[in-house]
């Protein structure tokens, strides 16, 4: 019998629908979706998904963005902060006890080269434009997509299947995917 893992959300219904809110670009499902993500992270805390969290963050950005409550400057650091987040939790669980440059770690995990010259700019050097903010953002939002959201439900990512069941224990064993299998 497979081993069964406690997870924040209530079924593989609930999964589907938050990622499905989280990448409509329609704001108003996005912040739905976001809410639930705060939700599944009150009850999960440390440990939600990296990718989850990352997602959010990444996602909350785009949501500020079409608000239009925030000047250019804001937005350039509210995506800053995201993308050097999502870089470097993504790329420490494979740094070792000597220090491996982040360009070699991030080509082992397939982010592009130039996310992270970016991510160094943020935080060492001038502050990039917006745009390239923006861009920065929807690459590792389908990098994200992926491969994380993308493998957690098997590549089948609008497809019902008919044993619900079945389909929410493949979701619960593999929750804890971005904590390890990106090693």
């Given at each position: ?16 629908q938050v990622m499905v809110g989280l990448y409509c670009g329609d ?10 993500v705060s939700a599944w992270k009150s009850r999960y805390g440390p ?137």
């Amino acid at each position: 019998k497979a081993l069964r893992t406690v997870v924040a959300w209530r079924g593989r219904a609930e999964w589907d629908q938050v990622m499905v809110g989280l990448y409509c670009g329609d704001s108003r499902l996005q912040q739905e979706a976001l809410d639930r993500v705060s939700a599944w992270k009150s009850r999960y805390g440390p440990k939600m998904p990296l990718a989850v969290d990352c997602t959010a963050e990444l996602i909350r950005c785009k949501v500020l963005d079409s608000s239009g409550r925030l000047k250019s400057h804001e937005l350039i650091l509210s995506y800053g902060l995201a993308l050097v987040r999502f870089v470097n939790l993504i790329t420490e669980r494979k740094q070792k006890t000597v220090s491996i440059p982040l360009r070699q770690l991030a080509r082992e995990v397939d982010i592009p080269i130039w996310v992270v010259d970016l991510r160094h700019e943020l935080t060492h050097g001038k502050l990039p434009r917006l745009a390239l903010c923006r861009k920065g953002c929807d690459v590792v939002l389908d990098w994200l997509r992926k491969t994380y959201w993308s493998r957690q439900l098997g590549n089948n990512l609008c497809e019902e299947s008919e044993d619900e069941d079945e389909e929410q224990e493949g979701v619960e064993e593999n929750a804890e995917l971005d904590n390890d299998a990106w090693d």
